[in-house]
């Protein structure tokens, strides 16, 4: 088989959960072009090691690869790194695809060169029951705060220009945030689909709750790595305007930044 795209499910501990993630993308009209890759981060509890054994004999199909717990980001970058597909979907254990994003990102990075990153817009479930409607990329929020999940299609080859997951973060949760903006100063184009791709688990005691508790330290990581240093001050001066937002000095000051950044990022 040579899949053109592959998702990669990552998990940890999280077995409950795992065959609806599966499920969402089984029975895909295009399904001959897609590779699933399951990477079990070191799971230890019975549930998730006796659901990963079920899957090896009900989907022969999927690659299940194990590994030591590592942690997220290297549980990534080891699924992708066997994946056979052109194009990449990374989709936690405890969320599912929606269809249609599987098919319209295929169709949109094999018809534009340009585009390198498909996102769009997600349900949330479980503790919380609304709609996230995203946007179309906004660089000087994104300097502040990450608006493009990590359930998004890229191409694999991007993800090996920008060295993949930063694997030393001193958290995980906002691994897909760094990586965003590293694939942003290479000058990578990000494509916005206006409909529901995903649905979000909103849970207790989630990776995600534990990293914003450590937020600033993690913002101070990736904004002194080498290659996005230069954004800190961009990042200083949209704060300093944030209290003028009501003001039209406000839209004028953000739109001299956003050019700032695109010419300096070569946009």
Known sequence: MHPKLSIIITCFNLGHYLEEALDSVFNHSLREKIEIIVVNDGSTDSITLNVLQ????????V?????????????????????KGEYIIPLDADNK???VFIAQSISILDSNSSIDVV???????????SVWENKKLNIEEMLLNNHVDACAAFRKSVWETVGGYDENMPVMGFEDWDLWLR??????????????CFDYRVRDNSMLS??????????????????LKYLKDFRACVIENRSLKEEPSYAY??????KKIKRKIGF
């Not at 990534?76 to 994946?83: D, E, L, P, V, W």
């Not at 694939?183 to 529901?196: N, P």
């Open 119 to 129: 996102y769009g817009d997600a349900q949330f479930f479980g503790n919380k029951n």
């Open 253 to 258: 000051a953000m739109g001299i930044i956003g």
């Open 97 to 99: 695809l929606r269809h």
């Open 183 to 196: 694939m942003l100063v290479k000058g990578c184009g990000f494509y916005y689909i206006s409909e529901i």
């Open 63 to 83: 690659i299940i690869l194990n590994q030591e717990n590592k942690g997220l980001a290297r549980a990534r970058n080891n699924g992708i790194s066997i994946a």
């Open 54 to 61: 079920n899957i090896e004999k009900k989907f022969p199909e």
């Open 210 to 227: 534990d990293a914003w508790q450590k937020r600033l330290e993690i913002i101070e990581y990736i904004f002194n790595k080498k290659e």
